[in-house]
Each structure stands twice: as C-alpha cells, then as structure tokens.
C-alpha cells in the first residue's frame, strides 16, 4: 500500500500569512495527487486535483504543485474562512490512501 | 446540483450487521465510480471501498474485505454498503463520494453529509 505522510500535523498562522503544507507517497503517485478541506462536523471539500488543478469555484489562493512523491499546498494568503483541516489523497492505485491531515489553526 | 444523501446509519451490537444508502441525483449516475470513505471520531479520512459505474468491479480496503459489500442500483441511482460482522473499530461516520471523471480510481468531487455508525453493546 502507498502511505501518505503529510506535515505538520498542525500550523498556527494569522490571517495574511502564507500556510504551505506537505504530502509524501511512499512511492511514484505521478500526477495522482488531491488536497480537501474539511471543517468540523463537515464533509471533506475537494480544493486540488491532479496534483495541480484547481477544483472549480475555489478561490485562487489556493494552490497546489509537486510530481511523484512529493507535493504541496500553499494558501497565499490565509483567510477567516481557511481554518480547518486539509488532507492528502493519493488516487494512483488501490487502496487509495488519504495523509493523516494538517489542522490549520489561529494564531 | 448534485446531491449525494446517506441513510442507514445507527447503532449496531458487536456482530451485527448494517446497510448504509446514498441516493444520489444532478448527474448520471452510472457513468461514475462511487465510493465510500469513513471518519472515525476525532480521527482522518478513511478509504473504504469503490465501485465501478457499471458495477462490474469492486475493491475494498484490506480491514474491510470479506467483511463489507459495496453494491449499486443504477436504475434507482443509489449505493449502498452491506457491513457485515461490525466491530467497535468500525465506529465512524460514513460518507459516499463521487469519483471524479471516468476511471474508477481519481480524487472525490463531491461528498454526501455523511451517516454515523456506532458499534457498541
């Protein structure tokens, strides 16, 4: 199985500052890369696919790059409304696996 | 607009069995891979299990397999997932989730509310 180690497990940032968060595939994923955003009590929100593909409707400060075993998300400028849990998912191969999340907090 | 709605969520004795719906409408639903993914409490994301549009092949997550039987119904545009078996360690909050394009395996576009499962005596 491809185990996806994200880190940090968690960031404290104040709204305007840029946030980059980091995914890691045991193995090549290629391009098979996705990043969601999830708030409690929510379901998971798509934000990037394809490594770099900006899911429609979600705002262009987020952005996503990397290629084979290793990825970002950046959030340019942080907002109220980005404070919330982010996740990886590799979607190469069966079992597809998810990164055990980044909490994005107030600092 | 696509809606994906779960049901079938409960409390279930060590043993027990359960089957989880997800209804789903705002696009044509046979030509998708579906998939369902569970959130344990306070814990990440979870694949579970996926089903090809056609229904014609199936994959599960190792702890799931013989255990879990995901199924659809494309003439009434629904998922489901039979567990079987359920032990404490399946206490999660499940969600269906659409595959995005035409392959079954790819990231999840769009996510039901979830249904919680609580396994317990």
């Known amino acids: 199985d491809i185990q996806m180690t994200q880190s940090p497990s968690s960031v404290s940032a104040s709204v305007g500052d840029r946030v980059t968060i980091t995914c890691r595939a045991s193995?090549?994923?290629?391009?098979?890369l996705a990043w969601y955003q999830q708030k409690p009590g929510k379901a998971p929100k798509l934000l990037i696919y394809?490594?770099?593909s900006l899911e429609s409707g979600v705002p262009s400060r987020f952005s996503g790059s990397g290629y084979g075993t290793d990825f970002t998300l950046t959030i340019s400028s942080l907002q109220p409304e980005d404070f919330a849990t982010y996740y990886c998912?590799?979607?190469?191969?069966?079992?597809?696996?998810f990164g055990q999340g980044t909490k994005v907090e107030i600092k | 607009e696509v809606q994906l709605v779960e049901s079938g969520g409960g409390l279930v004795q060590p043993g027990g069995s359960l089957r989880l719906s997800c209804a789903a409408s705002?696009?044509?639903?046979?030509?998708?891979?579906m998939n369902w993914v569970r959130q344990a409490p306070g814990k990440g994301l979870e694949w579970v299990s996926t089903?090809?549009?056609?229904?014609?092949?199936?994959y599960y997550a190792d702890s799931m397999k013989g255990r879990f039987t995901i199924s659809r119904d494309n003439s009434k545009n629904t998922l489901y997932l039979q567990m079987n078996s359920l032990r404490a360690e399946d206490t999660a909050v499940y969600y269906c989730?659409?595959?995005?394009?035409?392959?079954?395996?790819?990231?999840?576009?769009?996510w039901g509310q979830g249904t919680l499962v609580t396994v317990s005596s």
């Open positions: 989730a659409k595959t995005v394009g035409g392959l079954p395996h790819g990231s999840f576009d769009y």
């Open positions: 705002g696009f044509t639903f046979s030509s998708y891979a």
């Open positions: 089903i090809r549009g056609s229904g014609g092949s199936t």
């Open positions: 193995q090549d994923i290629s391009s098979w």
């Open positions: 394809a490594a770099s």
């Open positions: 998912q590799q979607a190469n191969s069966f079992p597809q696996t």
